[in-house]
């Protein structure tokens, strides 16, 4: 495939596409598309997610419906193809079902780590002075604290449950992303073309919107990108401690934990929940590389 | 000569350094301490100066993208510091300015065509036409739209994304042009036909520009009239050739000496003056220059010289000619 910036006379389109190039978006787009290692870790995420969406339809059984006579069946036991855990509960199922449980937990720390962090920091970065300094000396509050440690704290604190789980992660991820958003804007700001937006008449709005988000945005959504495997070990962590979901619902992270002592009678299905946390979290990261390497801009 | 195009009387500013929690200040940067000049209807003034010495603070002050701590920028006969939000932007489309960086002066994410229609469309233009009018300006700067007008600044060389500059400054039809070293950035050869582009377009449209460079072969083939600043204050201002034929100041002198030239004869065993200029922070009291003039005297500590007319254009601030 040629390259999208190279002249494409053969096509006969001379007149157009001589010198052409396409916008900056699809030209990431394509740097994608280009990359074995992201396609792949990109499928599997769309099948982890697809399968833990649709969970209610696949599943071949009742995730909670266990059988006291049929616990910690091993692999390839029939109708029960992963096995059964240590409740007689399908794995199978209990694994798509909990998929959805350990995304929703992963993802939306991130989410709204990625918003309430872009704002402040842009807004800190971007005003300066003494509200600047309040707004990161009061993250680096946060910051001060290990990841694990400020979760289990917030989390111990609240209590159980999806919603504290949802916060406390919430609380760990702003104020890194506030960092990072405060960084780039306050670096962006510097740069001559802001002087010259201002020098030719424009007002703080269009400043923002044209020329510092633009610019922001590429490096915190790269940074955000990478927090999101972290994000999904934290919240199967929660859970595994006892702090997260509650049984008897289904959790990457909750299962490990029920499994746990099943490990010297059937090691294979207690260590299934630990590989799709695995999988899933190092398929992020491999595509948040895929995206920075993508979103370089090169000379 | 007529009335001035933009008169700068005593202008000042001072930067904090902080530090600390609590951002206290303990020291301020000198950067540009009383400056006065003004400018005729297409002129083009040079400034000159080492770096550090207060040049792009200067041109910041002059367009008001920095507030000056003191003095007056008087543009069109209006006051900038006093003109309102609305009639500053107003004022804005006749003053640009060229910015000497050519990486950081254009936005990485913007096409070469929306940078420049940029300032149409802040100014109320519809975007079609500010394409259009963006368009016009790029193919006059030398650049086809065509082929140019939608590509991203990084695929473009120096000298390109210094002419996707002046064509930003250009598509608003300004008076006044300050041009910040817009050519120190570029290989000697695109130096050339940047200046050359320069040139054509001043006479053209009949532009009047200060032009800010630490070279003073650019400066004596651009200005008609040079003003030479050494830490944030002016030694001298004259003719170009006024000064480059008798320069009076000393710094003047070491600085026009210092000069490379091909001329045998004129060639110097050593350099005039040796070392860097005092740290702004904290300048030498009195004359600036007096720590590293070969004629300082006890009064050049005391008190800074005011400047002497030693003809009706050529000013020079220092006691030797009082």
Redesign the interface.
């Known amino acids: 495939m040629a390259h999208p910036?190279a002249p494409s006379i053969a096509t006969g389109e001379v007149e157009t596409v001589?010198?052409?190039?396409m916008?900056?978006w699809r030209t990431v787009a394509w740097r994608l598309r280009q990359d074995p290692t992201t396609i792949a870790a990109g499928s599997l995420l769309l099948l982890i997610a697809l399968a833990a969406i649709l969970s209610p339809l696949i599943a071949p059984h009742d995730p909670s419906a266990g059988s006291i006579r049929l616990r910690l069946a091993p692999l390839g036991t029939s109708s029960h193809p992963l096995g059964t855990d240590e409740q007689g509960r399908d794995m199978l199922t209990r694994l798509l079902w909990g998929g959805r449980m350990t995304l929703l937990a992963g993802l939306t720390p991130v989410l709204v780590g990625f918003v309430l962090g872009t704002v402040m920091g842009v807004f800190a970065g971007f005003v300066g002075?003494?509200t600047n300094?309040i707004i990161m000396?009061t993250m680096d509050v946060f910051y001060a604290f290990p990841a694990v440690l400020l979760a289990i704290a917030i989390s111990g604190s609240l209590g159980p449950g999806l919603w504290n789980t949802l916060i406390s992660l919430s609380v760990v991820f702003v104020p890194r992303v506030v960092r990072v958003a405060e960084s780039a804007t306050v670096q962006v700001k510097s740069?001559?073309?802001v002087?010259?937006?201002?020098?030719?008449?424009?007002?703080v709005w269009?400043i923002m919107r044209?020329?510092l988000l633009?610019?922001v945005l590429?490096p915190v959504l790269v940074f955000s990108s990478t927090q999101v495997s972290l994000s999904i070990i934290l919240a199967a962590g929660l859970s595994f401690l006892g702090l997260g979901v509650t049984p008897p619902a289904a959790e990457w992270g909750l299962m490990l934990n029920t499994l746990r002592g099943s490990i010297y009678v059937n090691a294979w299905v207690p260590a299934l929940p630990g590989v799709a946390i695995f999988l899933t979290s190092m398929s992020f990261n491999l595509l948040s590389d895929g995206l920075r390497d993508a979103m370089e801009?090169?000379? | 000569m007529s009335a001035p195009l933009l008169e700068v009387r005593g202008l000042r500013k001072h930067f904090p350094i902080r530090s600390g929690?609590l951002?206290r200040t303990h020291a301020w940067v000198r950067a540009v301490d009383d400056v006065s000049f003004s400018v005729a209807p297409e002129e083009t003034l040079g400034v000159v100066g080492e770096s550090g010495c207060g040049k792009s603070t200067l041109a910041?002050l002059i367009?008001r993208?920095l507030e000056p701590d003191a003095g007056d920028v008087t543009f069109l006969g209006e006051d900038l510091r006093s003109a309102g939000r609305a009639r500053?932007?107003?004022l804005?489309?006749d003053?640009?300015?060229v910015?000497?960086?050519p990486h950081?002066?254009?936005?990485?994410?913007?096409?070469i065509e929306d940078?420049v229609a940029?300032?149409l469309?802040?100014?109320g233009t519809g975007r079609r036409e500010a394409r259009a009018q963006a368009w016009r300006v790029l193919e006059r700067v030398g650049l086809d739209p065509?082929?140019?007008g939608?590509?991203?600044p990084?695929?473009l060389s120096g000298g390109q994304r210094q002419r996707v500059?002046i064509a930003?400054a250009l598509v608003?039809d300004p008076k006044l042009l300050v041009l910040d070293e817009p050519v120190s950035g570029l290989d000697k050869s695109v130096q050339a036909q940047v200046l050359n582009l320069l040139q054509d377009l001043k006479a053209e449209r009949a532009l009047t520009c200060v032009f800010i460079s630490h070279d003073l072969n650019v400066i004596e083939y651009v200005s008609g009239r040079v003003l030479v600043m050494y830490l944030g204050q002016v030694v001298e201002t004259g003719t170009v050739d006024a000064l480059a034929e008798s320069p009076k100041h000393p710094y003047t002198q070491a600085l026009f000496a210092s000069a490379p030239t091909m001329d045998p004869s004129r060639r110097l065993e050593r350099p005039p003056i040796t070392g860097d200029p005092p740290n702004p922070v904290n300048p030498p009291s009195g004359c600036r220059f007096r720590t590293r003039c070969a004629h300082a005297m006890p009064r050049c500590a005391e008190a800074v010289p005011p400047p002497i007319m030693l003809a009706p254009d050529h000013a020079v601030a220092c006691y030797l000619y009082q």
Do not use: C, W
Request: aromatic letters at 8%; glycine letters at 8%.
């Open positions: 910036l001589v010198g052409a190039p916008s900056y002075g003494l300094t000396r740069l001559e073309f002087a010259a937006a201002r020098a030719s008449g424009s007002g269009p044209h020329h633009p610019n590429g801009i090169r000379g | 929690l951002l910041r367009l993208l500053l932007k107003r804005r489309r003053m640009q300015l910015f000497q960086d950081a002066s254009l936005n990485p994410r913007m096409t940078a940029f300032s469309v802040v100014h065509r082929l140019y939608r590509r991203y990084h695929e500059n930003r608003l």
